[in-house]
């Protein structure tokens, strides 16, 4: 069992930045990615980027692309999400998702945390 705790939503104004955590724990914790989505009200919920738990690769959704940066701590089991210049669009709950299988499954996820950007 795998338990994914985020933190570090809230609410900001546009131009602003926040850093969203994932604490990783369990007994079974051994991914192969860790990524982090989001849901915006009434809308399905998005890839935003994930980053593999061993080497360098990471990779970003299109739209946050430049603004966002994931970056990991293995010894923390921890994953960060840094997000810089923030728009109102990226208003959502962020769900933190580690995968065991490959780059491309998630079989664990957060509870998620809000993200709230002001104009």
């Known amino acids: 069992q795998v338990q994914l705790v985020e933190s570090g939503g809230g609410l900001m104004q546009a131009g602003g930045s926040l850093r969203l955590s994932c604490a990783a724990s369990?007994?079974?914790?051994?991914?192969?990615?860790m990524g982090w989505f989001r849901q915006a009200p009434g809308k399905d919920r998005e890839f935003v980027a994930r980053?593999?738990?061993?080497?360098?690769?990471?990779y970003y959704a299109d739209s946050v692309k430049g603004r966002f940066t994931i970056s990991r701590d293995n010894a923390k089991n921890t994953v960060y999400l840094q997000m810089n210049s923030l728009k109102p669009e990226d208003t959502a709950v962020y769900y933190c998702?580690?995968?065991?299988?490959?780059?491309?499954?998630?079989?664990?996820w957060g509870q998620g945390t809000q993200v709230t950007v002001s104009s």
């Open positions: 998702a580690a995968g065991a299988r490959s780059l491309y499954e998630y079989g664990d």
């Open positions: 980053i593999a738990w061993s080497g360098s690769n990471t």
């Open positions: 369990g007994r079974t914790f051994s991914p192969v990615v």
